[in-house]
């Protein structure tokens, strides 16, 4: 057996427990040879590769980012790269290929198994935690643990100068990184893509809680937070060549409007890569193990289109065709319930 494993899309945290894993359960229980292609999908199409062994493997679960290297984009944006992709597996003689990656490189892999036949099997990954038809993604938690951390540290400095301090995170659909550590970091406000915001709300809050005694706020903001129709303006995103938006300037604006409207100075921490780097948590490991093990399961058993997700605390499938231009969004009722009990 011929496996070939790539990651694509943004690095998180856990890329390399899966890839160990994947290696020493495929070479020491199926005998099977490894291919660990380079940067993602670009390394398919230009068959840059590694024969990877156990050996190649040690030691690597605790460290971040990804050994193979990764890449946004894929086939499906040049002329040829279908056809390359495809001539890599005949070259190479691959019997399935693993592709451990987030929403746009799962939909990838899904193509080419329901467009092209060719046998690919996913394992979703992302600080975002937003895949659909996972209750979770590695690298998530890490995330959540970095930014609480941060928030914690900010609560110091923003008390000791009664200032507002705007948390920016990442997340530019789903809340997910925001509500988790809005709620663990123990924030003011938790503004997030899916429960588009009303400045005015927001400032009341604000104001409420330092009328009330206490110094200093907390405003956790996701990076894809959107206000009310008509109630803000903000400059439009950047997209960037992989056409994804770059929304930095909503917690910007909202800095500076909760300034001039509390009256409290407001300082703006954009967290930005730092979610993303550095050694995953023991439970991201082990989520990451466990898939990575699963994932050789699904090759053998020519579990093709399928990926491998995390159900009710057990390891399932799930076609990757549930991915396509989803995003799995937040529950709102906690978050309502949280704005509306904790919060303040
Ligand atoms: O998809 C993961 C993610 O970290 C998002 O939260 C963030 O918006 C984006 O990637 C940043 O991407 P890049 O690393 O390309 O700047």
Same mark, same amino acid.
């Given at each position: 057996m011929r496996l070939g494993v790539l990651t694509g899309g943004g690095d998180c945290p856990g890329l390399n427990a899966v890839i160990r894993s994947i290696v020493r359960k495929a070479e020491t229980q199926f005998g099977a040879e490894i291919i660990g292609f380079f940067d993602a999908w670009d390394g398919v199409m230009e068959q840059r590769y590694s024969l990877l062994k156990t050996n190649d493997v040690r030691? *690597?679960?605790?460290?971040?980012?990804? *050994?193979l290297g990764t890449r946004r984009g894929g086939p499906?944006? =040049?002329?040829h790269g279908v056809a390359n992709v495809q001539q890599a597996f005949r070259d190479l003689g691959l019997d399935s290929l693993v592709v451990i990656g987030g929403n746009g490189s799962l939909t990838v892999a899904s193509r080419l198994h329901e467009e092209f036949g060719l046998p690919t099997i996913g394992v979703p990954k992302t600080i975002?935690?937003?895949?659909?038809?996972?209750d979770a993604t590695f690298g998530f938690q890490t995330a959540v643990q970095i930014a609480t951390d941060a928030i914690d540290r900010l609560h110091t400095t923003a008390e000791s100068h009664d200032r507002i301090m705007v948390v920016e995170v990442m997340g530019r659909d789903a809340g997910w990184i925001a509500l988790h550590a809005g709620i663990a970091g123990g924030a003011t406000a938790i503004v997030v893509p899916e429960a588009p915001f009303d400045i005015i709300e927001l400032t009341e809050i604000v104001k409420r809680r330092h009328v009330n005694g206490r110094y200093a706020s907390i405003v956790v903001v996701a990076e894809g937070a959107k206000p009310k129709p008509g109630t803000l303006e903000i400059p439009p995103p950047v997209i960037d060549k992989n056409g994804h938006a770059y929304n930095g300037d909503v917690s910007r604006v909202i800095a500076s409007e909760l300034e001039t409207r509390t009256g409290y100075e407001s300082r703006l921490v954009q967290l930005g890569h730092v979610q993303r780097g550095g050694t995953p948590t023991s439970y991201d490991r082990v989520l990451a193990t466990r898939f990575g093990l699963a994932a050789v399961d699904a090759c053998v058993n020519r579990e093709f289109g399928q990926m491998v997700v995390l159900r009710s605390g057990e390891i399932e499938r799930e076609s990757m065709?549930?991915? =396509?231009?989803k995003t799995r969004t937040i529950n709102l009722d906690l978050y309502n319930d949280v704005v509306a009990s904790f919060i303040g």
């Open positions: 030691g *690597i679960a605790p460290k971040g980012g990804t *050994i499906f944006d =040049s002329n975002d935690n937003d895949v659909v038809g996972t065709k549930v991915t =396509s231009g």
